[in-house]
């Protein structure tokens, strides 16, 4: 199956895709982890994303377009693959249409998870992240074992830049600008599937599982 998980920042679908890759074998094609990879690492990249990432701006579409063309050339997305974070607009989608045709593939789904924006900050505001594995916590309802520090990994956990203040609230705003179109362009095609994505993460995961097990 191939499929885009959509939904504002914060809904939850890195988690969701991370289920998706575990359980399914789904290869997972997450753009702000490869760019922040990419920052981390500090290549020519990273150095022209940088300030975008930190900012809550969304990255040009030629740069995230090479990324998601040479990444779905891999030979592994062959077994199913589940986007997590892009299309974000219009042009993307389109973007994306071009590369899967050029590569024989097709979409089947596009799952979009929904909350409220009260949630949506909720969740940002309480986010960390394991800046060395990328184990995703949450303060209050997925704390690690031992405060700040992964539970996975050992390394102290850190609040991403973008997850703060004012820029949660602009990334919700670009949200409705600029990815409230690529969401219709999907529904338009019948290919768009709303998830109700409160709740825990295994509930959500539950419901994208019987939403995913009717559509195959
Ligand atoms: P995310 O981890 O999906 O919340 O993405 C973090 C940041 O990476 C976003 O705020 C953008 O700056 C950038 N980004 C990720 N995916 C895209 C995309 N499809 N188009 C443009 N920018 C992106």
Not at 143 to 162: E, H, N, T, Y
Request: aromatic share 4%; net charge positive.
């Amino acid at each position: 199956m191939n499929v885009v998980l959509m939904g504002m920042p914060g809904v939850g679908k890195g988690t969701q895709a991370e289920w998706l890759e575990r359980e399914n074998g789904l290869s997972r094609i997450a753009t702000g982890d490869m760019l922040r990879e990419a920052v981390q690492q500090g290549t020519p990249l990273g150095r022209r994303v940088r300030e975008y990432l930190e900012s809550g701006q969304l990255v040009p579409d030629d740069m995230v377009g090479e990324l998601i063309g040479r990444r779905l050339g891999n030979s592994e997305v062959r077994r199913g693959f589940v986007l997590d974070g892009f299309p974000r607009t219009r042009q993307q989608v389109v973007l994306l249409d071009r590369v899967l045709d050029r590569r024989g593939l097709r979409l089947d789904a596009a799952l979009l998870l929904t909350a409220s924006e009260q949630d949506i900050v909720r969740r940002l505001e309480g986010r960390r992240v394991c800046p060395h594995c990328r184990k995703v916590y949450h303060l209050a309802s997925r704390p690690p074992k031992s405060a700040g520090v992964c539970d996975a990994c050992g390394a102290a956990l850190i609040q991403r830049a973008d997850d703060s203040g004012e820029v949660v609230l602009d990334r919700i705003r670009l949200y409705g600008e600029r990815t409230s179109p690529a969401l219709q362009a999907y529904r338009e095609r019948g290919l768009l599937h709303e998830i109700e994505g409160g709740g825990r993460p295994d509930e959500v995961h539950r419901r994208v599982r019987e939403e995913l097990e009717r559509l195959s």
